[in-house]
């Protein structure tokens, strides 16, 4: 099990190295000068020559990657061209928000979709079945845009039942520890401001979940049918067991182990989804950095962006690997 | 005898795309308290089909006719009294043990389930489990407890399905298959387990199997099931002395024997069991039947009495018996 672990944990490097090695590249191939974006618009070309050696970039590639690979080692991202603020501590500042986004959007993927795909499966073919996943169909089928846009001004500006933007209320503030208000405010013991936050959560996490209940509840609605055919689901009905631990103890605990993989993945894609929800609901957020960082020709701050994304993909990557051992029993003893 | 268990004119059909499909045709079969009684047929006779039936286990199947234990109906019987009764009064042993048990649970807790569902308190589970585990064989019950089915053999395997199926001390164990996914040494194993389990607990047996060879030292009396139908039931010395039906006598012909010598090969009997969607008019066994009259192409024959218990369907038995009787 430990090896098993540390033998992840040594993928997990490797694989963050070859992220590093490809946005590093990325940023060379693509258009745009960093240095004349340094050296700002109206610079002489003296000028773009001297930025272009103060950042290093008239040097080998190698060299370069060589420094570029030392500089993250060191939790360095390098210097916004545009903010002129290290890039970290840009994204200190817009991280929290979205982590707080996706988390409150995946509890929703969850609280949706297990218990659609659940009922879909255990009333295949009938009319719970149906229903469940007719709301599926919508939710994968309606644009995240639309959506947004929609919830927002039905249930924020027509009947004012959530907050339109922002995270907090005119007004209201919370000592800032982790980034994240909700949590924050709990920390902070301000219970006024914690449902104030969590107001704020609502919708954008219900917009960013829509896309990802429908994947999630279809994967379980398969797995869960064909666990449910197994013949200890049947043994299990036949020791007595009451239709609902037969589909829960012995149906969702078998289904949840290939639905897990899916829905580990997701953490990432979540993430790499923001943007939109984040630009309708006004939230500053990792999605906002990265269209800003792109309009203003950014480079670093987009190799940041990206690098960061990745490196989420690669945790939740491990998040799963983990979940499966605790599922899987047989997992467990093979240490795969 | 007042009966354990009643089966009268059991008939099950699937919906299928094609139409509704009869896999049961009018079984009637008895188990007494304490009996032993084997139902025996080639794959696809509809075997597990009736243990299914029999406990209700078939949602999507349409079930009618009667199965009755100690006189409570359980044909279209509420889900609470068929909870009532699964686990509880009837056990159930599948033929593969490892598809038997849920992959992602601890032995321990399988086996423990039917004592849960009853509201046992877990401590007294347990001991009971363990106490179990260890008489049916299961080496260091106690430390063994926890782990996973993936970690135990095809026969150990079958010894925790048993155990589920008598935990909770059903008055009868209907075990489909039980030694057909194991190899032989521990079908034997296995099979004498079943018996002293039985006879210890008192339980009646309904044995499920194709393999006459394993019915003789094991049931009083022998169903013989064909295409969804009975064609002959009798006790078992009746059957392996004087079997009527060409069916039975076929099955019998192909058990290998110690104390004969075969020169060759085994015989056996041509051709195989029709699905149910496509079983012929008349006997379904008459396309395979070596002894056929015109009656056996057209009409379905009854299972009509020969000698004490014993009764057969075939209609050149049937004739075979009433030349006698002339004479």
């Keep these: 099990m430990l090896r098993f672990i540390v033998r992840r944990l040594g993928l997990m490097a490797l694989v963050l190295f070859g992220l590093a090695a490809i946005v590093f590249l990325m940023a060379q191939v693509v258009p745009g000068d960093p240095a004349r974006t340094a050296a700002g618009r109206n610079a002489t070309a003296e000028q773009v020559a001297q930025a272009r050696e103060r950042l290093g970039l008239d040097e080998p590639l190698l060299v370069q990657f060589g420094r570029h690979l030392s500089r993250l080692a060191h939790g360095d991202l390098g210097t916004s061209l545009f903010t002129s603020r290290p890039i970290t501590a840009d994204l200190a500042d817009v991280l929290p928000a979205s982590v707080e986004l996706v988390l409150a959007a995946m509890l929703v993927n969850l609280l949706v979709a297990v218990p659609l795909g659940v009922i879909s499966a255990a009333r295949r073919g009938r009319a719970a079945d149906l229903a469940a996943r007719l709301i599926v169909m919508f939710g994968a089928a309606v644009p995240v845009f639309w959506l947004g846009l929609m919830l927002q001004y039905l249930l924020a500006a027509q009947w004012q039942v959530f907050p339109l933007t922002g995270r907090l209320s005119f007004g209201v503030s919370v000592p800032e520890r982790t980034g994240m208000v909700t949590v924050d405010a709990l920390l902070a013991g301000d219970l006024g401001a914690f449902s104030d936050a969590l107001a704020h959560l609502v919708l954008p996490a219900v917009t960013l979940a829509a896309p990802f209940v429908a994947v999630v509840a279809r994967t379980l609605r398969s797995t869960m049918i064909s666990a449910l055919d197994r013949d200890f689901v049947t043994l299990a009905r036949a020791k007595g067991a009451s239709e609902w631990r037969v589909v829960i103890r012995h149906g969702l605990r078998n289904a949840l182990v290939p639905s897990s993989t899916i829905i580990g993945m997701q953490l990432g894609w979540m993430l790499s989804s923001t943007v939109l929800v984040e630009s309708i609901f006004g939230r500053p957020g990792i999605g906002a950095y990265a269209v800003n960082a792109v309009l203003q020709n950014d480079l670093f701050a987009v190799v940041a962006v990206v690098l960061v994304i990745g490196v989420a993909f690669v945790i939740a990557n491990f998040l799963v690997d983990l979940v499966h051992l605790w599922l899987d029993p047989q997992l467990r003893r093979a240490g795969v | ?327």
């Design chain 2, 1 to 327: 005898m007042t009966e354990l268990l009643t089966v009268r004119d059991l008939r099950v059909d699937f919906d299928t795309p094609s139409g509704p499909v009869r896999v049961i045709d009018g079984l009637d079969l008895t188990v007494a308290p304490g009996e032993r009684v084997a139902l025996v047929g080639e794959s696809g006779s509809g075997k597990s089909v009736t243990a299914q039936a029999i406990l209700g286990l078939l949602p999507t199947a349409r079930v009618t006719g009667s199965v009755r234990l100690d006189g409570q109906e359980l044909v279209g019987a509420s889900r609470r009294i068929l909870r009532q009764v699964r686990g509880n009064r009837i056990g159930l042993v599948f033929q593969d043990p490892l598809s038997s048990l849920n992959p992602v649970m601890t032995i321990g807790r399988q086996v423990m389930e039917p004592l849960l569902i009853r509201g046992v308190r877990r401590a007294e589970a347990r001991r009971r489990a363990i106490d179990l585990l260890a008489r049916l064989g299961v080496r260091d019950a106690a430390r063994r407890f926890d782990d996973y089915p993936h970690q135990f053999s095809g026969g150990m395997r079958q010894r925790v399905v048993i155990a589920i199926a008598v935990i909770a001390e059903p008055d009868l164990l209907i075990a489909d298959e039980p030694t057909t996914a194991l190899d032989v040494r521990i079908q034997a194993q296995v099979l004498s387990l079943l018996d002293e389990i039985a006879a210890e607990r008192r339980m009646a047996v309904l044995l499920i199997t194709h393999d006459l060879g394993i019915v003789a030292g094991f049931a009083q009396r022998v169903v013989v099931m064909y295409a969804g139908r009975e064609v002959e039931q009798g006790p078992v010395d009746e059957i392996f002395g004087r079997a009527r039906h060409p069916y039975t006598r076929g099955l019998l012909a192909a058990v290998p024997r110690i104390d004969e010598r075969h020169q060759g090969r085994l015989p056996t009997i041509g051709g195989q069991v029709p699905t149910p969607a496509q079983r012929p008019d008349g006997c379904a066994f008459h396309p395979r039947c070596s002894s056929t009259v015109d009656a056996c192409r057209s009409e379905v024959p009854l299972l009509l009495p020969r000698a004490a218990a014993h009764r057969v369907a075939c209609h050149v038995a049937t004739r075979h018996a009433e030349q006698v009787t002339e004479v």
